[in-house]
């Protein structure tokens, strides 16, 4: 499963794949979360592109990000720098900037900070590489509640999100009656009754996609970890393979059966078969809009629903965050942005005109809803998704469980195929 989608978070990257791998005493050679040596779950979008880590600029802050992020964050934090007399450099790490930033972070010569996915937390800690950040008292109050518990670790801040995206389902007005439908049952129903050639486009693909399936998966009561006492995933509590699950592979099974899942249907064809309309339905996230916008289709968005008589369709959130270096050369300055990032939203609505994510800021998402409606929209669906776990132990899941997840929709036998796969998941943790 290659990561294909137009997202801005590089999902459970390759350093935290190969230390837990090494953790269990594993073949390092497999770095990614899907045994191919990519990072991330999902696949419908782009890719990152070739080169390593940069030599550090000389400059009073300097951060690390990838391109896209990098073109959107330069002018702000420029502009931050100047305001305060500081000299700011901006520098794209195009590959691997999980890997790098460890590397360069344990030598003494990385970045102040750096910009990426929150589920790297985990790792980050880990290996020592980031610092908690120290916030004004009233910060957190104009940070959306998933913002904000995305970037909390082991009970500390870790991190300053400033945007989130998660799964909805959209809708192709012209071959559904139905634009939001509650259940998936009213869903499958009236994409029937429409004609459509596909009821979902849900990537799925040969290597299955864990990341797409994850709101079935918890609607029909599977999870991934168990919570410790203080709400933190637990890795020693790993719900693949227990009753839960259990039902829902037999769940997403029956879709299999219908043909409303499909491993015909990847992160290379979901969207443009939805822009194309050939599927009535599509279960993606923002980096579907630009796609949907430019086919000009009348198309509605809601919350991915769950199963009739079965629990709330869960998908997961991801959030994009700024990270103080714990071996920065200028820890200060690092904080010192950081705590500019969550109180002042010019920041984040400046990056926002160059690259158009779901804000968490409470009072953009009140500024801009008139604007970008959709986009607010999906911010505030992800008030009422999961944070993806941010523990190390989370690379194990991606392969297995996708896999099984294919495998299911194909015709192989749920609880005997979900059962493996906890089992392969479960060997992997506990090496």
Not at 49 to 74: F, H, M, N, S
Not at 360 to 378: A, F, H, R
Not at 413 to 424: L, Q, R, V
Request: with cysteine; proline share 6%; net charge negative.
């Amino acid at each position: 499963m290659q990561i294909r989608r137009k997202s801005f978070l590089a999902l459970s990257g390759a350093a935290a794949g190969a230390a837990l791998l090494a953790a269990c005493g594993g073949d390092d050679s497999t770095t990614g979360t899907d045994g191919t040596g990519e990072a991330g779950g999902a696949s419908d979008g782009g890719g990152e592109g070739e080169g390593g880590a940069p030599a550090r600029a000389d400059a009073d802050l300097v951060i690390w990000t990838d391109e896209v992020k990098a073109g959107a964050l330069e002018e702000p934090a420029m502009k931050w720098g100047e305001e305060n007399g500081l000299s700011v450099a901006v520098q794209i790490v195009a590959k691997d900037l999980q890997n790098n930033f460890i590397t360069a972070n344990q030598a003494g010569n990385g970045p102040d900070m750096i910009v990426a996915a929150h589920d790297w937390i985990g790792n980050l800690v880990q290996n020592g590489s980031i610092s908690p950040v120290q916030l004004p008292g009233n910060a957190t109050e104009g940070i959306a509640p998933i913002g904000m518990t995305a970037v909390t670790y082991d009970g500390q801040t870790y991190g300053v999100p400033y945007a989130v995206e998660t799964l909805v389902l959209y809708s192709n007005k012209e071959l559904t009656d139905v634009a939001e439908p509650k259940t998936v049952e009213e869903m499958v129903e009236a994409a029937k009754a429409g004609g459509a050639e596909h009821v979902l486009a849900l990537p799925v693909g040969e290597q299955g996609d864990a990341y797409h399936m994850e709101p079935f998966y918890t609607s029909a009561g599977g999870y991934l970890f168990g919570k410790d006492d203080e709400g933190n995933s637990d890795p020693s509590d790993v719900g693949v393979g227990q009753e839960g699950s259990i039902a829902a592979a037999e769940k997403i099974g029956e879709l299999g059966e219908q043909g409303v899942l499909k491993t015909s249907i990847s992160g290379d064809n979901s969207i443009s078969l939805f822009t194309d309309g050939k599927a009535a339905y599509l279960i993606s996230g923002p980096w579907a809009l630009a796609d949907i916008r430019t086919a000009e289709i009348d198309f509605g968005m809601t919350a991915v629903p769950g199963f009739e008589g079965m629990d709330k369709a869960v998908p997961f959130a991801g959030v994009n965050a700024f990270y103080v270096a714990a071996g920065g050369k200028n820890p200060g300055n690092a904080q010192s942005f950081a705590s500019a990032v969550a109180t002042d939203p010019s920041i984040v609505e400046a990056m926002f005109a160059k690259n158009e994510l779901p804000p968490v800021n409470l009072e953009l998402q009140d500024s801009m809803s008139g604007e970008y409606p959709e986009i607010i929209k999906i911010a505030q669906f992800a008030e009422g998704a999961d944070p993806m776990p941010a523990i190390p132990e989370m690379a194990a899941i991606w392969g297995p469980l996708g896999l099984a997840y294919a495998n299911i929709v194909s015709g192989a036998d749920p609880e005997k195929t979900i059962t493996s796969a906890g089992d392969e998941i479960t060997g992997a943790i506990g090496g």
